[in-house]
């Protein structure tokens, strides 16, 4: 449940409205108590789980959380406290649910505009990052990527400078990139979200296009989604994919290599089936296509040259 949740706040997927719960529904006291608990461990467990079942309807959860004596040293303490179970990878289902319920308030404040800056300065996504790490396909790991790329997507759907200016100094785009190659398909398709929204900002797509080898382990991983997309079609994938695609096609020099590496499967009508009733995708096909064709050098009947 929590995983469909964060997908859908971070990727747009969802048509539900966003919960409008009047505060005044929700128990001042009870809110303050359960932040209360989170400082000490013998009932943090319990304040963990109301808490981050309330985070959508308590608007100032976040700074509540960030401000208060202890709360986010108590949040960190649960993440450090998995780190064990990683290596050798041991992690319990209630491990996991523990530990994502913490993320799931993390996340809140990743989101809130009056504690985002902090939250970045403190470097807080440090601590996620041995979670992404993981190669595990057990149901309690893949939860626990999914939750925690959650919170990185949480930062980067506020499409704010010094997010990606922040994630580029970490090793983010290598992790999403392992992610998109072998994660289950939600984590896959927050991944690539992440990496989409990245490109989408000009120091991003400045900062992978600036050498080879960062933009040829971006198209290769996306060239190996395209191949498995076509087999195990998924559309919200493919939708963040060709966006990654149509972002690079921006850049000269990334354009110039998509010319001879962009699947063939993204040409032909491979995809015609899975995006009959998805406008918006197969408006951005069209435009990659185009991108790709304009300013090529051809010969007498049209056909694309080589490069010398």
């Known amino acids: 449940m929590l995983a469909n949740t964060l997908l859908a706040q971070l990727t747009g997927l969802?048509?539900?409205?966003?919960?409008?719960?009047?505060?005044?529904?929700?128990?001042?006291?009870?809110?303050?108590?359960?932040?209360n608990e989170l400082s000490s461990p013998e009932t943090r467990e319990n304040?963990?789980?109301?808490?981050?079942?309330?985070?959508?309807?308590?608007?100032?959860?976040?700074?509540?959380?960030?401000?208060?004596?202890g709360t986010i040293a108590a949040l960190l303490q649960e993440i450090v406290n998995i780190y064990p179970s990683?290596?050798?990878?041991?992690?319990?289902?209630?491990?996991s649910n523990r530990v994502c319920n913490a993320l799931a308030l993390l996340q809140c404040v990743a989101s809130h505009p009056e504690t985002r800056s902090a939250f970045l300065a403190a470097h807080i996504p440090l601590f996620l990052y041995p979670f992404l790490h993981?190669?595990?396909?057990?149901?309690?790991?893949?939860?626990?990527?999914?939750?925690?790329?959650?919170?990185?997507?949480?930062?980067?759907?506020t499409d704010e400078q010094e997010v990606i200016n922040f994630l580029l100094t970490t090793e983010i785009i290598p992790l999403c990139l392992r992610i998109m190659e072998s994660g289950s398909e939600l984590s896959k398709t927050v991944a690539t979200f992440i990496l989409q929204k990245i490109l989408l900002d000009d120091t991003g797509l400045a900062y992978i296009c600036q050498t080879?080898?960062?933009?040829?382990?971006v198209a290769m991983i996306l060239g190996k989604m395209v191949l498995q997309l076509s087999k195990e079609p998924s559309a919200r994938l493919l939708k963040h994919v060709v966006r990654c695609y149509l972002r690079l096609s921006d850049n000269p020099r990334a354009r110039e290599a998509l010319r001879q590496c962009l699947p063939d499967q993204l040409k032909d009508s491979t995809f015609a089936q899975v995006l009959k009733d998805d406008t918006t995708t197969k408006r951005w096909l069209a435009q990659l296509v185009k991108n790709l064709q304009e300013g090529q050098i051809t010969d007498a009947r049209g056909i694309p040259l080589a490069p010398q």
């Not at 080879?212 to 382990?217: A, L, M, Q, T, V």
């Open 14 to 35: 969802s048509n539900a409205k966003a919960v409008s719960t009047a505060l005044a529904q929700v128990d001042r006291e009870k809110i303050y108590q359960w932040i």
């Open 47 to 69: 304040a963990l789980l109301e808490l981050s079942k309330k985070r959508e309807s308590v608007p100032d959860l976040a700074p509540m959380l960030w401000h208060s004596c």
């Open 86 to 95: 990683i290596n050798p990878p041991t992690l319990t289902a209630h491990q």
């Open 134 to 157: 993981t190669v595990s396909k057990t149901r309690p790991f893949e939860y626990l990527r999914l939750t925690s790329l959650g919170v990185i997507g949480a930062l980067v759907k």
């Open 212 to 217: 080879y080898e960062r933009f040829s382990h």
